[in-house]
């Protein structure tokens, strides 16, 4: 099986890809490809990670994962091939993201398990990046009441570099496909996005590929776009 995690980053329109993923998840089922909603694993594969403690699951934990979280219907055709789950916080909570002063410290601990999760599986890591002079104040802001040096854990502004954080998927679960966009670019790399996560090519129909385009365009200016994109396909 395959399994796809979407592990943020933070404040990176991690919900609104939730969203947009859960309206093709009834089409998708059909081809054997799972986008269930997130109730059903987010509690679920925190708890997982947490029993871990560092070390091994137990050779049943990636089966009993995979019941809960596909629930009844699981086992009818066509059986599940493409599991895709999202979480913005995979990784950590805002309140950790410079913890110990180390930006994302938690990287390589947090991949490991979600790899060991379901070792026998493939595994797809998908991240979107944002520019940290916008990342930080979005991540101070969403913490309550500390002074923004406790935030930064010693860390320097000007040397949050995102590049330590892909190495450092990379190294860990070197086996994993990595696919990595930049959050200012998902008005126009939505779909792929999307589809790189469904797992389908440009010719198979989705919906939802446009929702970051809605989100900032007038309603009249959004029609002419579909109109446009109608008339005119790629």
Not at 162 to 169: A, D
Request: glycine share 10%; with cysteine.
């Amino acid at each position: 099986m395959q399994i796809v995690y979407h592990v943020g980053a933070n404040f990176t329109d991690g919900d609104q890809l939730v969203k947009s993923l859960m309206l093709n998840a009834r089409t998708f089922r059909a081809h054997g490809i799972a986008i269930p909603g997130l109730a059903r694993y987010r509690k679920l594969i925190h708890e997982a990670i947490l029993g871990l403690g560092g070390g091994a699951p137990a050779p049943d934990t990636s089966a009993i994962l995979l019941d809960a979280i596909l629930g009844e219907g699981a086992d009818t055709a066509p059986p599940v091939t493409r599991l895709v789950m999202s979480n913005s916080t995979f990784i950590c909570y805002p309140m950790r993201i410079f913890e110990k002063g180390l930006f994302y410290g938690l990287t390589a601990m947090k991949m490991r398990a979600l790899s060991m999760l379901f070792p026998e599986d493939e595994i797809e890591i998908h991240l979107a990046l944002r520019n940290p002079a916008t990342f930080i104040p979005a991540g101070y802001d969403s913490v309550a009441n500390i002074p923004f040096a406790r935030f930064m854990g010693g860390v320097d502004p000007t040397e949050v570099r995102w590049s330590t954080v892909v190495e450092t998927i990379r190294t860990t679960i070197p086996r994993a496909r990595l696919v990595v966009w930049c959050n200012e670019d998902t008005p126009l790399v939505w779909e792929a996005v999307m589809r790189s996560m469904i797992g389908v090519g440009d010719g198979v129909p989705i919906e939802g590929g446009h929702d970051i385009a809605r989100s900032i365009m007038s309603p009249e200016g959004f029609a002419r776009f579909t109109d446009y994109l109608g008339t005119h396909p790629p």
